[in-house]
């Protein structure tokens, strides 16, 4: 069982950064490939951000490329989510996944079922 924890979400102005960390369980996390998701209100879950289980390939969301880094620290077994130039679009709820025994070192994965743990998720809100 992995266990998930987001952090780091808050209420920004639009244009303000954030900083979201997921701290994951277990002593294979670095095995893990792992995931950003969001979800509004009304909305179904958005694929945000993704990052290899190396850290060495990441793929975005054309919604947040430019704008938004995911990055881990496989020694603090933690992902994070640096978000700059915030808009109000972005408003969501933000949750990471975790995809355990990523097939190569390299692998990305970028729809819901091909993860299988989630964390709580964190508020982000982003007025204008």
């Known amino acids: 069982q992995v266990q998930l924890v987001e952090s780091g979400g808050g209420l920004v102005q639009a244009g303000g950064s954030l900083r979201l960390s997921c701290a994951a369980s277990g002593r294979t996390f670095s095995s893990y490939a792992m995931g950003w998701f969001r979800q509004s209100p009304g909305k179904e879950r958005e694929f945000v951000a993704a990052?290899?289980?190396?850290?060495?390939?990441?793929y975005y969301a054309d919604s947040v490329k430019g704008r938004f880094t995911i990055s881990r620290d496989n020694a603090k077994n933690t992902v994070y989510l640096q978000m700059n130039s915030l808009k109000p679009e972005d408003t969501a709820v933000y949750s990471c996944a975790a995809r355990v025994n990523a097939e190569y070192y390299s692998s990305i994965y970028i729809t819901g079922t091909e993860y299988h743990y989630w964390g709580q998720g964190t508020q982000v809100t982003v007025s204008s």
């Open positions: 990052i290899s289980r190396s850290g060495g390939s990441t």
